[in-house]
């Protein structure tokens, strides 16, 4: 009766934990996958964050556009008062004969020893 005993005893108290070996490697992997499966959507790497990062990067990429429009502008801007100011001046100074301070101005144009007049 010992034997009987001693296996009613082991159905009481379950198989030994070598026996439950695969169970237990299952339950790990369940774990671990439950772990990754977590971190992979809510972690810092996460499909949330990455769908929030590629929103900012389109938010930043058009914030980006604009400056380069607006730079662009003020370039052509820019551009066109540095011509227009040299055009104004040139016409100033043909027309009204201003002169820059410093400046010497040599006027052959009424030259009495040009043999051409």
């Known amino acids: 009766m010992s034997t009987g005993n001693q296996q009613q005893r082991t159905l009481r108290r379950g198989l030994p934990w070598n ?17 990754l499966l977590i971190l992979s959507v809510f972690g810092d790497q996460g499909i949330f964050r990455i769908r929030l990062l590629a929103r900012d990067l389109v938010a930043l990429e058009q ?33 009204l004969g201003l002169l820059k301070p410093g400046e010497v101005v040599y006027d052959f144009r009424n030259n009495p020893l040009d043999p051409g007049r």
């Open 63 to 95: 914030k980006v556009r604009d400056i380069e429009s607006d730079n662009a502008s003020l370039r052509r801007e820019l551009r066109e008062m540095k011509e227009g100011r040299a055009s104004y001046e040139l016409a100033a100074r043909e027309k």
């Open 19 to 35: 026996q439950h070996r695969g169970l237990l490697v299952l339950c790990v992997m369940g774990v671990f996958a439950f772990v």
